[in-house]
């Protein structure tokens, strides 16, 4: 794997009047996906060209099928291209073997899922430990410490030893963020990650990513909610393997403010009920 420094190298960037260098972490040029199903072939991207820049929050928009899980499965390096180029932070992915993107994974990116995909009967503590468990570098870590600290930042600091089975939907997707940060990734990946969550653990979710991006990862949220998308800095339209629309959020939303707002209008009855029996 070679760091190239063509599309790295820190371009300008206009925020608000200041003036400030950002690296670029995603470069896709015209990458295109054809899945070969017996005869009949699916065209699922057909030339997408994304830059996004370190710092950003982005949700990923459009109708089912339009190819938003498949360009985030390349764009995760779960997938290769079948044509067209992508760097992630400045390495080239297409072209790789299985091991580099293993690793380029592990280095450099957090998945978060809408179904959690936590391990049951296995505590928050377990899971979140697990992703260091799989690091090839041969660093010295404190498993433990580090995994504790990623449970502290998403505020489940007092859940450690909880299972899945006992924490609520909202408090379940927080263990998988704090998995997805444990390896301290550059970009944040998150396919429909608030698709099994009520409307006070969405917002609850969305406030967090929208704190882990003030601290400088960036966001990419795949989403059918509109809801969702305010809370993104920029939204990327998909329809029928392309980019049809890229524009920044005008109205964007705070998800803290509305998390207070909720929260003074009283808490849910089953997020008590569960505090209660947790
Ligand atoms: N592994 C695969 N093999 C064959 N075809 C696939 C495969 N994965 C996706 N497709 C097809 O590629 C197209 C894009 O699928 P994709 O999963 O990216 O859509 P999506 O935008 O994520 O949809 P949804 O909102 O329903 O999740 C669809 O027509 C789908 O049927
Ligand atoms: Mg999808």
Redesign the pocket.
């Known amino acids: 794997m070679k760091e190239r420094s063509s599309t790295n190298a820190p371009t300008s960037q206009t925020d608000g009047s200041q003036r400030t260098m950002s690296k670029t972490v995603i470069h896709t040029s015209n990458v295109k996906?054809v899945?070969t199903?017996g005869t009949n072939k699916?065209f699922?991207l057909r030339g997408v060209d994304l830059t996004v820049t370190a710092g950003e929050m982005i949700a990923v928009m459009?109708?089912?099928?339009?190819?938003?899980?498949?360009?985030?499965?390349i764009l995760g390096c779960l997938d290769v291209p079948t044509e067209g180029s992508y760097e992630l932070d400045g390495i080239r992915v297409d072209g790789l073997n299985r091991n580099q993107l293993a690793d380029l994974r592990n280095q450099k990116l957090g998945f978060i899922f809408q179904g959690f995909n936590l391990l049951s009967r296995t505590s928050a503590l377990d899971n979140v430990e697990l992703p260091l468990l799989y690091d090839r570098s041969g660093r010295k870590m404190d498993t433990r410490a580090l995994a504790t600290a990623s449970l502290q930042r998403v505020g489940l600091g007092d859940r450690l030893d909880h299972q899945p089975s006992e924490l609520s939907g909202g408090q379940q997707q927080r263990v998988a963020i704090a998995r997805a940060l444990v390896t301290q990734p550059t970009l944040l990946l998150a396919?429909?990650p608030t698709g099994n969550l009520d409307s006070h653990m969405t917002v609850e979710v969305m406030a967090l990513f929208q704190e882990l991006n003030e601290q400088g990862i960036t966001v990419l949220i795949?989403t059918?909610e509109p809801d969702v998308a305010r809370y993104a800095k920029r939204i990327v339209e998909?329809r029928d393997?392309r980019i049809l629309r890229d524009h920044p959020v005008a109205d964007r939303r705070r998800a803290a403010d509305d998390l207070a707002t909720l929260n003074a209008a009283g808490p849910e009855p089953d997020a008590a009920a569960i505090e209660e029996a947790a």
């Open positions: 996906k899945y199903m699916v699922a459009g109708s089912s099928g339009s190819g938003k899980s498949t360009l985030m499965n396919d429909e795949v059918h998909v393997g």
